[in-house]
C-alpha cells in the first residue's frame, strides 16, 4: 500500500514537471515575442497593442498559477522523499530485529 503512494506520487511529480516546463517554455517564446513587437514601435501604442496587454495580464496570471502548482509539486515531491525515508528506516529497523534475533 506504502509502494502503491510512492509510485502514485512519482509518476504525478514527473508528469506535471514535464507539463510545467512546456507551459513554461510556451510563456517564454510568447512574452518574448510581445516584448520584441513593443521594443520594435517604441513609442507607437496601436489599439490591437491594448489586446496585448490584456494577454499580458493573462500570461501573468498563467504564470502565477504554475508558481502555485511548482510550490504543491514541491510539497509532494518532499512527502515522496519522506515516504522514501520511512520505507528505509524500516527495512533497517526490520533488519536489526533479525539481526538481533541471529537470523
Given at each position: 500500500m506504502l509502494e502503491d503512494r510512492l509510485n502514485k506520487a512519482r509518476s504525478i511529480?514527473?508528469?506535471?514537471?514535464?507539463r510545467?516546463?512546456?507551459?513554461?517554455?510556451?510563456?517564454?517564446?510568447?512574452?518574448?515575442?510581445?516584448?520584441?513587437?513593443?521594443?520594435?514601435?517604441?513609442g507607437q501604442i496601436p489599439e490591437h497593442y491594448i489586446e496585448t496587454g490584456l494577454l499580458e495580464m493573462i500570461l501573468k496570471s498563467t504564470k502565477d498559477k504554475i508558481t502555485k502548482k511548482e510550490a504543491e509539486y514541491k510539497s509532494?515531491?518532499?512527502?515522496?522523499?519522506?515516504?522514501?525515508?520511512?520505507?528505509?528506516?524500516?527495512?533497517?529497523?526490520?533488519?536489526?530485529?533479525?539481526?538481533s534475533l541471529g537470523e
Open positions: 511529480v514527473v508528469c506535471q514537471a514535464d510545467n516546463a512546456s507551459i513554461k517554455e510556451k510563456y517564454s517564446q510568447t512574452y518574448g515575442n510581445l516584448r520584441k513587437v513593443s521594443d520594435e514601435r517604441s509532494l515531491f518532499s512527502e515522496f522523499k519522506n515516504i522514501l525515508r520511512q520505507i528505509r528506516a524500516n527495512e533497517i529497523e526490520e533488519q536489526n530485529f533479525r539481526d
